[in-house]
């Protein structure tokens, strides 16, 4: 597969920190009376204020959404960079790749910290759009930052919302995790288990991405 730019999804894709997101929604969904499994189940890939408009109309979002992303800003306990981070970001060129993350600005570049990653030069969190996933948003503000067309891009996601909303941008994804079941067939253009099996040649005219172990 051919493409000039890689944007990536953050949580569950550059860094393991899924325990920690769902053990802090889950204390705060008790602590207002919501369903954890519900808030957990719908979180995958939302903006915190998204996610609080869905389940809890009745609270102020903005509000609730900050009291979140002052714990995460602050607790990065068990953060760990998910296999082939590391090696797959070392593997590409400077100004390449970028993260766009339903996080967060400080969450994301202290999760990027904690798993001994690099912080890429475009980096869109959840306070640089309006809309977040599924809308197509964050991915096209993403290529518009890296210099290239949306359609040159390849989005690696995690979460369904983060898939629409990369299709929706004209962008082909591959899908990573076990988390992606009930997407159309040829939705993703390709789906790995984590990093180590997608492998980046720097050419002239762009990047050269081989799936390696697909699903």
């Given amino acids: 597969m051919f493409c000039e730019r890689i944007l990536f999804d953050l949580d569950g894709v550059l860094v393991d920190s ?8 889950r204390d705060w969904a008790v602590r207002h009376g919501l369903d954890a499994d519900d808030a957990v189940a719908k979180s995958h890939g939302r903006r915190d204020i998204d996610l ?13 959404a900050g009291v979140i992303a002052g714990l995460e800003e602050h607790d990065f306990e ?23 993350t339903s996080g967060t600005r400080r969450v ?3 999760r990027l910290a904690a798993a001994g990653l690099p912080e890429p030069a475009v ?18 503000k993403g290529a518009a930052a890296l210099g290239t ?3 040159r891009c390849v989005v690696i996601e995690d979460a369904r919302a ?3 909303a990369a299709l929706a941008a004209g962008m082909h994804c591959i ?9 159309p067939e040829g939705a993703l253009a390709g789906a790995v288990e984590d990093l180590t099996s997608i492998h980046v040649a720097a050419l002239e005219q762009g990047l050269l991405l081989e799936v390696r172990r697909s699903r």
């Fill in 108 to 110: 994301a570049r202290g």
């Fill in 18 to 25: 899924l325990p920690l997101i769902e053990r802090i929604l």
């Fill in 175 to 183: 899908g990573l995790g076990g988390g992606l079941g009930g997407l």
């Fill in 149 to 151: 067309p949306a359609g």
């Fill in 78 to 100: 068990g953060i760990r960079p998910i296999p082939g981070a590391r090696e797959l970001l070392d593997s590409l060129p400077p100004g390449s790749w970028g993260v766009v």
């Fill in 52 to 64: 609080i408009a869905l389940i809890a109309p009745e609270l102020d979002a903005a509000y609730e």
């Fill in 162 to 164: 983060g898939v629409e």
């Fill in 123 to 140: 980096l869109l969190a959840a306070e640089d759009f309006e809309r977040g996933k599924p809308d197509p948003e964050g991915y096209l």
